[in-house]
C-alpha cells in the first residue's frame, strides 16, 4: 500500500513522482483502495505543480494498462488512429477513415459518445437507421479486414482509471492541466492497438485549447509520450475559431459527411480531411512522404473509392446504407427556423462555442451523460467568416423537434456573429504540423 500522504507532500512541494509511486496510485484509483478525496489533493497538486514528461509517461502507461488494451495483431498491415481534441461540426472521423482505407491503410477504431455541444462519433453514427456501435471482437477485425475499417463504441474495460479520474477532475477543476490531458488522451489511443495515431489539435474559442500556443504544446507532449511507446505520432494543430464545416449536429454532420465523401463538401471540411488522411496513408506506409499521402488520398476521394469503403462499412455495421444517396432516410427534424443577418457587410467573426452552445439547446447535444439528444436537431451555416452577407440575408438554418427548444438556439447563435464593414482575412485551417 503506496503512502498517499508522502506522495501528495512530494507533489505539492514540486518534486518528481518515481514511478512506483505513480503505477501505485493508478493501481489505488483503479481498484477503489485510495479515497476521492486524496486522489482529488493529488490531482490538485499536479496542477499546481505540474509533471516532468517522464511523470507524464508512466501516468499514461500505467492508465492505458489499468483495463482492457486491444490485441489487432490480426489484422495485416500498419493500423492507424486517428484523433481530434473536439470541435464544433468535427465530422472529420467519417470521411478521413474511408479516404485511408480506400488507400489500403487498415483502420480499426474506438470513439465515444459527446458530452457538450454536439454528439461524439458515435452518436453521429447511430444517426443512421440500423448501425450498430458495439460489435464482438470477431465482428470488429472482421468488419476491418473484409471493409477496410471499422468504428466502434468504447468499451468500459479501456483504461478504466482514466474514467475514474476524469470524473474527479470534471467537479474538482483540476481538468486543464496539459499532463493529465495527454495522458486521458494517449492512454485510451494506446491502448486500443493502432501502431501509429493522428492527431487533430483544436485550437480557437471552439476548443479548451484557446491559443495555438496552448496546442501546440499539447501536441507535442502527446507526440512525446507516443514516441516513448514507440508508436509514430503526428499532430495536426487547426484552427476552430469557426465552426468547421457548415453542418453542426449529429445527422446533419453525416450528411455533410458523405458530400464530402462525394467531392461536394465545404472547402474547410475537404482541406482537413485531405491533410490529415494524407498523414495517416504516408503513417501506414502507403506514401513516402505526406504530399505523396495527400495525392492519394485526392485520388480515393475522385475516383468514389472512399465512398465505397463508407457505403461497405456502414452495410458490415448494420446500417442502411442507401443514406448515402438518399438523405430523407434520416431523422427529419420537426421545427425549423432561420437566423438572419443583423446588418451588411462581411462576416468578421462567427464563435464557435455560441454555435456550439446554440446546437445543445437545439437537443443535439448533452449537458449530462444520462440527457438523451435528438439525432435531427442542428445548425446549417449559409455563411462563414469572410463571407459577404446583407441584412435580412439568411445566416444559417436550425433544426429541432422543439419550438421552445428552437427559440432558445436561435437567441445563442445570434450572438455568435460580428459584422465588418471591409473584408476581414479569412482564418489560417492548418496552423502546425508536429511529428
Known amino acids: 500500500m503506496i503512502d498517499m500522504v508522502s506522495i501528495i507532500e512530494k507533489k505539492k512541494t514540486g518534486?518528481?513522482?518515481?514511478?512506483?509511486?505513480?503505477?501505485?496510485?493508478?493501481k489505488g484509483v483503479t481498484d477503489g483502495s485510495i479515497p476521492d478525496y486524496q486522489t482529488s489533493a493529488l490531482l490538485m497538486a499536479i496542477c499546481f505543480q505540474g509533471m516532468t514528461r517522464q511523470e507524464t509517461f508512466t501516468l499514461t502507461d500505467a492508465m492505458l494498462h489499468s483495463g482492457q488494451t486491444m490485441d489487432l495483431s490480426e489484422i495485416k498491415g500498419i493500423k492507424v488512429?486517428?484523433?481530434?481534441?473536439?470541435?464544433?461540426?468535427?465530422?472529420?472521423?467519417?470521411?478521413?477513415?474511408?479516404?485511408?482505407?480506400?488507400?489500403?491503410?487498415?483502420?480499426?477504431?474506438?470513439?465515444?459518445?459527446?458530452?457538450?455541444?454536439?454528439?461524439?462519433?458515435?452518436?453521429?453514427?447511430?444517426?443512421?437507421?440500423?448501425?450498430?456501435?458495439?460489435?464482438?471482437?470477431e465482428e470488429f477485425l472482421n468488419t476491418v479486414e473484409t471493409a477496410g475499417m471499422?468504428?466502434?463504441?468504447?468499451?468500459?474495460?479501456?483504461?478504466?482509471?482514466?474514467?475514474?479520474?476524469?470524473?474527479?477532475?470534471?467537479?474538482?477543476?483540476?481538468?486543464?492541466?496539459?499532463?493529465?490531458?495527454s495522458s486521458s488522451i494517449m492512454s485510451k489511443k494506446l491502448a486500443s492497438g493502432s501502431d501509429a495515431i493522428v492527431l487533430d489539435v483544436k485550437c480557437g474559442?471552439?476548443?479548451?485549447?484557446?491559443?495555438?500556443?496552448?496546442?501546440?504544446?499539447?501536441?507535442?507532449?502527446?507526440?512525446?509520450?507516443?514516441?516513448?511507446?514507440?508508436?509514430?505520432?503526428?499532430?495536426?494543430?487547426?484552427?476552430?475559431?469557426?465552426?468547421?464545416g457548415n453542418a453542426v449536429g449529429n445527422s446533419l454532420e453525416v450528411m455533410e459527411a458523405i458530400d464530402t465523401l462525394k467531392g461536394k463538401g465545404p472547402a474547410d471540411m475537404t482541406e482537413?480531411?485531405?491533410?490529415?488522411?494524407?498523414?495517416?496513408?504516408?503513417?501506414?506506409?502507403?506514401?513516402?512522404?505526406?504530399?505523396?499521402g495527400r495525392?492519394?488520398?485526392?485520388?480515393?476521394?475522385?475516383?468514389?473509392?472512399?465512398?465505397?469503403?463508407?457505403?461497405?462499412?456502414?452495410?458490415?455495421?448494420?446500417?442502411?446504407?442507401?443514406c448515402a444517396d438518399d438523405f430523407g432516410i434520416f431523422k427529419q427534424p420537426l421545427h425549423k427556423a432561420e437566423l438572419k443577418a443583423a446588418e451588411s457587410g462581411y462576416i468578421a467573426g462567427i464563435q464557435a462555442d455560441s454555435i456550439g452552445l446554440a446546437s445543445q439547446h437545439l437537443g443535439a447535444g448533452r449537458r449530462t451523460k444520462e440527457d438523451s439528444i435528438d439525432l435531427s436537431a442542428g445548425i446549417l451555416l449559409k455563411k462563414k467568416v469572410g463571407d459577404p452577407i446583407e441584412s435580412g440575408e439568411t445566416l444559417a438554418i436550425l433544426y429541432s423537434d422543439s419550438e421552445e427548444k428552437l427559440a432558445n438556439g436561435l437567441k445563442e447563435a445570434g450572438s455568435a456573429y460580428t459584422y465588418a464593414a471591409e473584408a476581414p482575412k479569412r482564418p489560417v485551417l492548418i496552423k502546425e504540423i508536429i511529428e
Open 15 to 26: 518534486h518528481a513522482l518515481s514511478e512506483e509511486e505513480i503505477r501505485g496510485f493508478v
Open 81 to 137: 488512429d486517428k484523433h481530434s481534441t473536439g470541435g464544433v461540426g468535427d465530422k472529420t472521423t467519417l470521411i478521413v477513415a474511408p479516404i485511408a482505407a480506400a488507400c489500403g491503410v487498415p483502420i480499426a477504431k474506438m470513439s465515444g459518445r459527446g458530452l457538450g455541444f454536439t454528439g461524439g462519433t458515435i452518436d453521429k453514427l447511430e444517426s443512421i437507421p440500423g448501425f450498430r456501435v458495439q460489435l464482438s471482437p
Open 150 to 181: 471499422s468504428v466502434v463504441g468504447q468499451t468500459q474495460d479501456v483504461a478504466p482509471a482514466d474514467k475514474k479520474l476524469y470524473a474527479l477532475r470534471d467537479v474538482t477543476a483540476t481538468v486543464n492541466n496539459i499532463s493529465l490531458i
Open 205 to 244: 474559442q471552439g476548443s479548451f485549447n484557446k491559443t495555438q500556443k496552448a496546442a501546440e504544446d499539447l501536441g507535442r507532449l502527446m507526440v512525446d509520450i507516443g514516441t516513448d511507446a514507440g508508436k509514430k505520432v503526428v499532430a495536426v494543430i487547426t484552427d476552430m475559431d469557426q465552426p468547421l
Open 272 to 292: 482537413l480531411a485531405l491533410t490529415l488522411s494524407g498523414y495517416m496513408i504516408y503513417c501506414g506506409q502507403k506514401a513516402d512522404s505526406p504530399e505523396e
Open 295 to 322: 495525392r492519394k488520398a485526392e485520388e480515393a476521394l475522385g475516383s468514389g473509392r472512399a465512398l465505397d469503403v463508407f457505403r461497405k462499412f456502414v452495410t458490415m455495421q448494420g446500417g442502411d446504407a442507401s
